[in-house]
Nanobody, 131 residues
Framework: QLQLVESGGGLVQPGGSLRLSCAASGFTLDYYAIGWFRQAPGKEREGVSCISDEGTTYYIDSVKGRFTISRDNAKNTVYLQMNNVNPEDTAVYYC?????????????????????????WGKGTLVTVSS
């Protein structure tokens, strides 16, 4: 059974750091692109970052320079290192898999990472940024 499980969420103070993990079971992540997405209360789900099967990384503008996505295929896990977080980062964070990242650049909102075509989803982990 294909499964993605997120972990690492929690309460963190503004300016702090957190590392999220996305562990896969039932399939090998090697040939998949993995994206991190988030949904804040009352807001639409948005893409945050994505890493291709070859290791190319993508970020939305609001997290660029603060978040880092990485993958460890030996551990069948993808990570999202979140640094210098702020209250606007508060959301449920999900990881999802597909054969490619779908990235749109140059929109009025900057770079966007689409979630609609991701095939496999985890259940999410809550990140709360608050003092």
């Amino acid at each position: 059974q294909l499964q993605l499980v997120e972990s690492g969420g929690g309460l963190v103070q503004p300016g702090g750091s957190l590392r999220l993990s996305c562990a896969a079971s039932g399939f090998t992540l090697d040939y998949y692109a993995i994206g991190w997405f988030r949904q804040a209360p009352g807001k639409e789900r948005e893409g945050v970052s994505c890493i291709s099967d070859e290791g190319t990384t993508y970020y939305i503008d609001s997290v660029k320079g603060r978040f880092t996505i990485s993958r460890d295929n030996a551990k069948n896990t993808v990570y999202l290192q979140m640094n210098n977080v702020n209250p606007e980062d508060t959301a449920v964070y999900y990881c999802a898999a597909n054969y490619a990242c779908t990235v749109v650049v140059g929109t009025s909102s900057g770079t966007m990472i689409a979630y609609q075509n991701m095939d496999y989803w985890g259940k999410g982990t809550l990140v709360t940024v608050s003092s």
